[in-house]
């Protein structure tokens, strides 16, 4: 029976890995480096941001320090969040599913706290996930399953009574080392037989028939 579904945030609540490119781009130019490069940003993608930092600044060798690069970074994000901001079509009524079917829902991202909160509250569904496990406060990121452990203990939940919802490879890899069926939504993961996925979409618009399925 399944009692959780859990959410990666970045890509699979809201479209928001090609924003935080376009923050990651900027960072850099601000600091005279250039551009960004696709490579490295799937190689970041699901870890915390500021672990995410940290390989920004040794990769392109960036003088300042992590603290004061990621204060940089977060302040472009934001204002570009704030402009360009998509969420993922099916969101709105996959919560209201799981909100009127008795399932618990929480969210583990590798995005800090302040940014996840921010999202979440400006999207005005805060108030339907039980909690959240940000990026900040995690002794070890994604691909390692530390935070879905976590989560699923929390919401009293067996990796067979939880789905989780991701779209990076480390996600998926963190989902898959916890024990739990993924969906890949608007996934870059290449081994398309990958027995602990439930499917591969797109969007958010299919995933309640795929739970109904799964009950």
């Known amino acids: 029976m399944l ?6 945030m970045d890509g699979v609540i809201v479209d928001t890995e090609p924003l935080s490119y376009k923050a990651s781009d900027a960072l850099l130019k601000k600091y005279g480096k250039g551009s960004y490069n696709e490579e490295f940003h799937r190689s970041v993608m699901g870890n915390s941001m500021m672990e995410e930092i940290r390989k920004i600044k040794e990769y392109f060798d960036l003088s300042d320090s992590c603290e004061n690069i990621f204060k940089e970074r977060n302040i472009i994000y934001k204002d570009i969040v704030n402009k360009e901001m998509k969420v993922m079509n099916g969101l709105s009524d996959l919560l209201e599913y799981l909100k009127i079917s008795g399932i618990k829902s929480a969210v583990v ?4 706290r302040d940014i996840a909160e921010f ?10 996930f039980e909690f959240i496990i940000a990026g900040d406060e995690v002794e070890k990121c994604k691909p390692d399953p530390w935070a879905y452990k976590i989560a699923m203990k929390k919401l009293e939940s067996t990796s067979d009574e939880t789905i989780i919802l991701e779209d990076s490879i480390n996600g998926i890899k963190a989902a898959i080392a916890a024990g739990c069926k993924v969906i890949a939504v608007n996934s870059i993961w290449e081994e398309k037989g990958t027995k602990e996925i ?5 969007d958010l618009s299919n995933v309640k028939n795929i739970i109904e399925n799964f009950k």
């Open 119 to 128: 999202i979440l509250d400006k999207l005005g569904i805060l108030s339907y």
């Open 109 to 112: 991202t590798g995005s800090n």
């Open 198 to 202: 439930l499917s591969f979409e797109e």
């Open 3 to 8: 009692k959780a579904v859990i959410f990666d």
